[in-house]
């Protein structure tokens, strides 16, 4: 009795007579459930951004999340969320002390995407909305002037994707090879971290008044922005992943691919590369993690050696690896630091290849968009080349630098690492004159009196009364290479610290370029200070000011950790400068120059209205000040400084719904023509604002579209292909329930039929568990649906209907796929939870209830990654297992009274190979549209984008086989929308109960949504709604 409870209460308040032979054999089930092991796993399809949560202190019997709790999961994942929360403490001697501290504290990797938007207006409160936020209020303090221009401050910096655990020592983390000797060396580097960009979008100011607000607007309401008044302004907040191929590539692994090379042995090094290239397709990992560049309307992600990553400037969805419709050659790499010249609006830019010859090709690309003339500069491969990263240029000439961190390969023959920092080798600038059409001159090179380094320049220009060129960048000589070591680092930097001499300061050379020498050189500063940023507008001209950010060299000598306590701004002129403090406790990070609105760039010809520093700092500044908190529940802020006076502190603050690890490059992008509008994946063009998403919920309410049976929609023709030709390799498995056959019957037209004719009808047959045969019975008694939350009375609770199965799986998994199979075969309805790559709510539930299930150890840490998938739970027996063998094997034995399964979704020693062959047949999404996002594997295997997660679970009529079901619940996955699966297989009876459901139709898929009151057919529409009304931007 107490089994068969749950299936009385879903069936909404009645109870039906129980007859004796359904006790006794509950009764016999629960006894032999009590004899076998409850929790089982088997190898499975895992892998997302890793997300944690506390390991509980205490074991539970209950289950950590059941059918039923449909809003009590997202809430006991949400709260708190993971990226609040301090990981465990790395061991020096298992990460290293580089890498230890730069996965820790502040550098710890946030995993949630987020975006929020808040509206401000003069003199009144705002409302916002959110997706995934840290449960923490989105703040504006202060004043924002009204010629503050529109545009987005964007921030990049490296963000790895997995736990901690993975970035041990290679061969120590999870999924890596441990080869024995001295060739498993290998320590994770900061540079090597997956990238990911952080952007505040300004908006643009209604009025000419100057806004505020000092209220504290929470984004735990979930409610859109209200009634604007004509002074407003929306802020918005978003952090996206930069998917590179190796992003992908890694999640659908579950493990990392690229081993390390920047702090690999040297022994090492070698066999790491080349396995990288095996198995990962390039020598180095494509992060794009490093800076952030807008040109040409288009913004990249880039990274030294490899090409730029596009993302659409009013998303940040990563659209692919741009060769600039193939003008790039493919051996061309792109730096880190291109800069637009003066004068002609050219994008100029340097390529640097540490692995093949030409070592460094200069080009430039024009406002249009296309590459001009290619010069390469060519090196002995077995010499090797020298390390370079940033460049400057002026008027006329295109400055290189090569300092002397140089790439030795032979060095490896005596175990010692190719990069190295070399004394005996003098700096040098290598000068080429261009002319406005971009063609270039020979290089002329200029040494240097010493060996020195140099990350950044800070800007450089043409003396106009000596002609020299005047360069001022941030001289280091080798001070990173030794402080981003693996180990040893914090005894090398303190000790370097003392010297006081290869420490990062502001540094000028002179250059003669008719003489073709270096004529001076000079430190202009003493403070201690990296990422130099001016007012971009004055790129290759002369300039008075720099910005810095300050070192905190207590962080580096005691943590190893590079942060910055201050913002500094030189008068390169007057030798004077002024420093704004961000506080004890407080660090920040690169700043961007913004200009004020009336301030023409004098990069751009124009006349020059403003000053040079005529306008604002804005960046973003991490408190971990609170003694009683770790820095990572600290909080992060966006801060703007009037850069004529930054010592005077923040004219506004915009405290942040999410943390922001201390990373790498800003940049500014200005407000863009599209800026009201943005596309989704789909190509449809769609409105940010609110009231079209309403809109065209309403009409769907009240003009659903029409069905069309077997119509295929624009750009439907190859997705379709391809899951048909997954189906056919699956030998159509799902396509009918277990038992299928036809029959002739006298015809009835309240009843399905595939074919009816002459009065009669074709009928088909089933043979069906007695679970589900007892579900149907009572059913017909009920006059409701087993499982159904859309059809609800007043009465009964979203949790009372929900059925008793819940499966946590993945789309793009074989192993996946044949469960589901399993389901339509038995027809049993069942609450899917979506666990795309990428996504971590689902997965970070999943893994939790795995974890009371199967246990953990009580110091580990509960990530999304630990997720076993398939996951299934059972609220009628308390059974929850992982692995798609012993899933389809209960299912069998539980719900087609012991049964075997048929050979199709067996078990076997080829089952999931065979299985996933099939499904890798689907084939990637790939669109024609230019806004169409970058994502390889199956579509629906990866996450799409932060979704607004709805109250209720969405309800699907599908069936495995179908292409047209296919589509939509690869959309359903990449949005990461459960939903209750209410299978219609050719044979099961719930194809009548669609039919009488819809007025005498019966065709799928077919959605339904309780939250909105929608309900509709045709694949296409049905993408096209849970795009536009869950999809956040």
Not at 382 to 404: I, P, R, W
């Amino acid at each position: 009795l107490k089994a068969s409870r749950p299936v009385l209460q879903r069936m909404a308040c009645s109870r039906v007579r129980i007859d004796l032979l359904r006790n006794i054999r509950h009764q016999r089930a629960n006894k032999q459930k009590n004899r076998q092991t409850v929790a089982r796993t088997s190898k499975t399809e895992t892998s997302s951004p890793s997300s944690l949560v506390s390991a509980p202190l205490g074991e539970s019997k209950a289950p950590a999340f059941s059918a039923t709790s449909f809003r009590k999961l997202g809430c006991a994942v949400r709260a708190p969320s993971s990226d609040l929360i301090t990981g465990p403490v790395l061991c020096d001697s298992d990460y290293g002390e580089h890498a230890s501290a730069f996965l820790s504290g502040n550098f710890q990797p946030v995993i949630h995407e987020t975006s929020a938007v808040v509206e401000i207006r003069h003199g009144g409160r705002g409302q916002s909305s959110y997706v995934y936020t840290d449960e923490r209020p989105f703040e504006f303090i202060g004043a924002l002037p009204n010629d503050f221009p529109g545009g987005k401050f964007i921030y990049v910096g490296p963000n790895p994707k997995f736990s901690q655990k993975h970035y041990k020592v290679w061969g120590s983390g999870p999924g890596q090879d441990k080869v024995k000797g001295r060739h498993s060396s290998g320590w994770h580097h900061w540079f090597e971290g997956d990238g990911m960009v952080y952007a505040v979008d300004f908006g643009c100011c209604s009025d000419d008044q100057e806004i505020e607000n000092h209220g504290c607007l929470n984004l735990q309401d979930g409610k859109s922005a209200t009634n604007r008044e004509p002074t407003s302004r929306k802020l918005s907040y978003r952090n996206r992943y930069v998917r590179t191929n190796s992003w992908h590539d890694e999640l659908r692994r579950g493990t990392r691919v690229f081993r390390p090379l920047m702090n690999a042995s040297g022994s090492a090094f070698l066999p790491n590369a080349i396995s990288n290239l095996l198995f990962g397709g390039n020598f180095l990992k494509d992060s794009a993690n490093t800076a952030l560049c807008f040109f040409a309307n288009r913004l990249f992600a880039l990274q030294d050696t490899m090409p730029p990553w596009e993302l659409n400037q009013m998303t940040l969805e990563t659209k692919g690896p741009c060769d600039f419709d193939g003008s790039l050659p493919f051996y061309v790499p792109f730096t880190a630091h291109p800069k637009v010249a003066p004068g002609t609006g050219h994008l100029l830019f340097f390529g640097f290849n540490p692995v093949y010859p030409p070592h460094c090709t200069i080009g430039s690309i024009s406002p249009d968009g296309d590459v001009g003339p290619l010069k390469s500069l060519w090196h002995n491969a077995l010499q090797g080349a020298t390390f370079m990263h940033d460049f400057c240029l002026t008027e006329h000439y295109t400055v290189l630098f090569e300092g002397s961190m140089n790439i030795r390969p032979l060095r490896m023959v005596k175990g010692v690492h190719p990069l190295q920092y070399d004394r005996s080798q003098l700096a040098r600038f290598g000068v080429i004159r261009r002319d406005k059409q971009g063609n270039m001159s020979e290089v002329v090179w200029c040494e240097c009196a010493d060996a020195e380094m140099v990350y950044h320049f800070v800007n450089a220009w043409e003396d106009s009364e000596t002609g020299e060129i005047v360069v001022v960048g941030v001289r280091e000589d080798g001070f990173f290479h030794g402080a981003l070591a693996a180990t040893g680092t914090r005894e090398w930097i303190t000790e370097t610290l003392k010297k006081g001499t290869a420490v990062p300061r502001m540094h000028e050379w002179r250059i003669d370029p008719s003489q073709g020498e270096v004529v001076s050189e000079r430190w202009m500063f003493d403070d201690i200070v990296e990422v130099p940023r001016i007012n971009d507008g004055y790129t290759g001209l002369e300039s008075q000011y720099a910005y810095a950010g300050r070192i905190h060299t207590a962080s580096l000598s005691q943590d190893a950790q590079l942060k910055f306590d201050a913002v500094v701004k030189y008068d390169m002129k007057t030798g004077t400068k002024q420093i704004y403090e961000h506080g004890s406790g407080c660090y920040g990070m690169e700043a961007q120059f913004v200009p004020r609105s009336h301030s023409n760039h004098k990069n751009q010809g124009s006349q020059d209205h403003g000053t040079e520093d005529d306008g604002w700092l804005v960046l973003f500044v991490h408190d971990e000040s609170d003694r009683y908190t770790s820095a990572v529940e600290g909080r992060s802020e966006c801060i703007i400084l009037d850069a004529k006076k930054i010592q005077e502190g923040p004219i506004a603050r915009l405290k942040l719904p999410s943390r922001v690890p201390y990373g790498a490059h800003a940049m500014w992008c200005p407000l863009a023509d599209i800026a009201t509008s943005i596309m989704h994946p789909d190509g449809n063009l769609d409105c940010i604002n609110n009231n079209l998403v309403s809109k065209e919920h309403d009409y769907m309410l009240c003009r659903p579209p029409e069905p069309r049976p077997f119509a295929i929609s624009k750009g439907q023709h190859k997705p379709l292909l391809g899951a048909a030709m997954t189906g056919v390799l699956r030998a159509a498995t799902g396509l009918f329930v277990n038992g299928w056959r036809p029959w002739v019957a006298f015809d009835d037209f309240q009843q399905y039929a595939f074919i009816r004719c002459f009065g009669l009808r074709l009928i088909e047959l089933n043979s069906l568990g007695m679970v589900r045969r007892e579900q149907i019975e009572t059913e017909m008694q009920c006059g409701r649906i087993f499982g159904d939350v859309f059809g609800l009375s007043a009465e009964c609770s979203i949790e009372s209907a929900l059925p008793l199965l819940t499966l946590f799986e993945l789309e793009g998994c074989g192993d996946c796929r044949r469960v589901r199979e399993a389901l339509c075969m038995l027809d049993i309805s069942c609450t899917h939870k979506p666990c795309p790559h990428g996504a971590v709510h689902n997965r970070l539930a999943a893994a939790v209830a795995q974890n009371q299930t199967f246990g953990l150890s009580r110091q580990e840490s509960i990530h999304a990654e630990d997720a076993k998938l398939p996951y299934l739970e059972d609220e009628r027996t308390g059974v929850r297992i992982a692995g798609a063998d012993q899933i389809i094997e209960y299912l069998y034995s539980e719900y087609l009274d012991g049964a075997a399964p048929p050979p199709t979704i067996s078990s076997g020693p080829f089952a999931s190979v065979f299985a996933q062959i099939a499904v890798e047949a689907r084939g990637p999404e790939r669109s024609s549209h230019e806004t169409a996002p970058s994502r390889r594997g199956p579509s629906g295997t990866f996450y799409s984008r932060p979704s607004r997660t709805p109250e209720k679970p969405l309800q699907l009529w599908a069936y495995e086989a179908s292409p047209f079901c296919t589509l939509v619940r690869e959309t359903l996955s990449e949005l990461e929308l459960s939903y209750v699966l209410q299978p219609c297989a050719r044979g099961s009876p719930r194809r009548t109960q669609l039919m009488h459901r819809t007025g005498g139709t019966f065709q799928v898929p077919y959605l339904e949504d309780p939250n909105t009151g929608v309900a509709m057919f045709e694949s296409a529409e049905i993408i096209k709604y849970l795009r536009s009304r869950y999809l956040q931007f």
